[in-house]
């Protein structure tokens, strides 16, 4: 199913836009309009009405007001959207029609899949709900029911959204049925040790020649030389200090942001100083971490960051004085918008190809996914071909 959602985006996209088709979001528009036809597929009908309901989501989506849509400036835009909201109910049509030809309705199995799904979400929204709970000192945690406050956010949701759980529940059913119906339709789709060679040997040389592409790739199958591991303690400054900060900058400010940031950079210069001497003279830096820095994130304590050359998980200035430590070497503090930065080079990385056992499994996921990608447009050309379109984009 991981392929398959994979592949499938085009369906499933349509299907989470037009989620909350019919709802009471959408504006009140004379009736006779809404039943005015604006596209035919399979000779079956597209109302308006349906196209409005679509189109404003779309623009609740991207905050396209009122104004901005009889602004001129913007009208080539509107009409693209409004082409492109036009073709995925096209699009979503044909997917109807061709689940239904090959056997594929919404029944009460998918359902009730949909109804477990919805209940498996709820779960871990609550324990969500209960670790930031926890996280911030909330008292009472056992005597809250935060599976219930789950609950009532969502049915605030659909509340808001003008349907019921039970319409909520027959539209997810619709699209479980369109995944299934996907994954037949590329079922005997394979991938061949050749394909996954031939893949192999494009990608490493592109990657070999090109290493700033390194970074991107779907599957990392080289390591230029310069790369290291890294983790840093980070003393922060405060989100209003950050602000500040990025506030002038965004005003054009500038001398006046570093001026600022110099000054909110003294102020807790002190403190990165003495957590600098605790990890120079030999304590845990990962205690350190778990004590002090504002990064707490399991990739920090645990395998820490590899960064190289215009990497930018970290500024230029924390960058370039990290790449200059030797192993096993700790910064002294450094600077940024977010705080000061103490850094320890764990490891130089040498340069290394990676073999295809090791990378193989990655990049047969990768072919399958491009190759049924491949078959599934072809068999939405196809479709779209026999299903005699007619579009009036004229009522739009």
Known sequence: MKHIRKCCTIFIAIIVMLGFVGCSLVEVVPEKDRQRVVA??????????????????????????????????????????????????????????KAEQSGYTVNEEYIEEARKELEEQLESYAELLEQQAESEGEESQEEKDYLQEARNEWQQQLSDAGITEEEYLQMRAEDIMLEKFAEKMLEDVKVTEQDIQQYYDEQLSKQKEDPSTVDTAPVQLYRPAGWVRVKHILIPLSTEERNGYYDLVQQGKQDEAEKYLDEKLGEIEPKAREVYEKAKAGESFEDLIEAYSDDKSSTNKEDGYVIYEGSGLFTDEVEQEALKLGEGGISQPIGSPLGYHIIKLYEKLPEKVFTLEETRDDIEEIVLDDKRNERWNSLLEEWKKEANIKRYENRL
């Open 40 to 97: 035919e597929v399979y000779g079956e009908k597209i109302l308006k009405g349906e196209f409005l309901d679509a189109y404003n989501q779309q623009k609740a989506y991207y905050g396209i007001t009122d104004e901005i849509e009889k602004d001129s400036q913007y009208k080539e835009t509107i009409k693209e959207i409004k082409k492109d909201v036009l073709e995925q109910l096209i699009m979503l049509k044909i997917l109807q029609k």
